[in-house]
């Protein structure tokens, strides 16, 4: 049963006090990212407000501008200019060719491309010396692989991190953005040790998490051939694998997770920025599905549990008072 009460307190039977931590764990993929912002839309009309925000990849930079502006009215509106000008102008190169060419040539940088990141973000309300401690929205976390030492790294835990560093190291993907030099390791993208970040947000207390997915293998169209098609299917797996292990974990630990998979039928290549208000109204829609839901779930159990209440009376009738001393 979905519950979706944060900032409360419950007491187990051990009679401990633990405090409920609602959470949203925003997945990575990329441009169809921009359903996130329609999913969380939703969420804020239905009065559901995140404790946590956790984020990977696009998730990530979702994710920042809540913990930036809150989780509230401002915070999408920025949201959804930054989605719009990102869509009007050169934040990304279409030409997937010549940027490829650019990182497999020895000696060619794309620093090019990662200071463009950089400006346009400082650009729209992320400057370079924003720190997690200035952070006023909700608690926040950001996923990276550090491929220097082979493990998952989490910013916002040192309140000195820069928020916009982590964000880029997060969604560092070649050949748009190199990998980043920082914390004493080489970061890529998220998504290549937790696409959906239910573990993480499992280690920073959460009690209830909502899964804003976008992640969405499809059968091959054709028979798998060359090596560039092997190496999308093996990605494929081993997200699709790291998905079902953090859920998992959830389940072992009892922590509810309401994985909500934002799907769109086009196929969007990952440069392509030309269906960013189909993908925002697609994924809201998506959402006020999910909520409608768990709506009726609650009413469902409210229900069943109004109609076994009088039997439980009863009974309780039939044993009270206590019958010794009776004639």
Do not use: C
Not at 94 to 123: E, H, S
Not at 222 to 237: F, H, N, S, W
Not at 260 to 281: E, G, K
Request: charged share 20%; net charge negative.
């Amino acid at each position: 049963m979905p519950r979706l009460r944060s900032n409360q307190s419950n007491t187990p039977d051990n009679g401990q006090v633990v405090s409920r931590k609602l959470v949203f764990a925003l997945s990575g993929g990329g441009p169809r990212g921009a359903m996130q912002v329609g999913a969380l839309r939703a969420l804020l009309e239905a009065g559901i407000r995140p404790d946590m925000i956790v984020g990977t990849s696009i998730g990530a930079i979702n994710g920042a501008y809540f913990a930036r502006f809150g989780f509230n009215e401002e915070g999408v509106e920025r949201l959804i200019q930054v989605w719009d000008d990102a869509a009007r102008g050169d934040f990304a190169p279409g030409d997937f060719t010549r940027a490829m060419i650019r990182t497999l040539l020895p000696g060619v940088k794309n620093q090019g491309y990662l200071q463009q990141a950089r400006a346009f973000y400082a650009r729209h309300g992320i400057p370079p010396d924003l720190r997690f401690r200035d952070l006023s929205g909700p608690e926040f976390y950001i996923v990276a692989a550090d491929i220097h030492h082979h493990r998952p790294v989490i910013f916002g835990v040192n309140p000195d991190d820069s928020v916009l560093d982590s964000m880029l190291a997060s969604a560092a993907i070649p050949p748009w953005l190199p990998p980043m030099e920082m914390a004493g390791g080489v970061m890529l993208d998220g998504g290549v040790v937790s696409d959906l970040p239910i573990e993480p947000a499992l280690l920073h207390g959460a009690t209830e998490i909502i899964a804003l997915d976008l992640f969405h293998p499809r059968p091959p169209e054709k028979p798998i051939q060359g090596i560039l098609g092997i190496l999308d299917q093996v990605i494929t797996t081993m997200a699709s694998r790291h998905i079902e292990l953090e859920m998992e974990l959830a389940r072992m630990q009892g922590v509810p997770v309401h994985r909500w998979r934002l799907r769109y039928d086009q196929r969007i290549a990952f440069w392509d920025l030309s269906q960013t208000h189909n993908l925002i109204h697609a994924g809201y829609e998506t959402a006020k599905s999910y909520l409608a839901e768990m709506a009726q779930a609650q009413e469902e159990t409210q229900a069943r549990q109004e109609h076994e209440a009088p039997a439980w009376k009863r009974r309780l009738a039939d044993l009270w008072p206590p019958r010794w001393g009776r004639s």
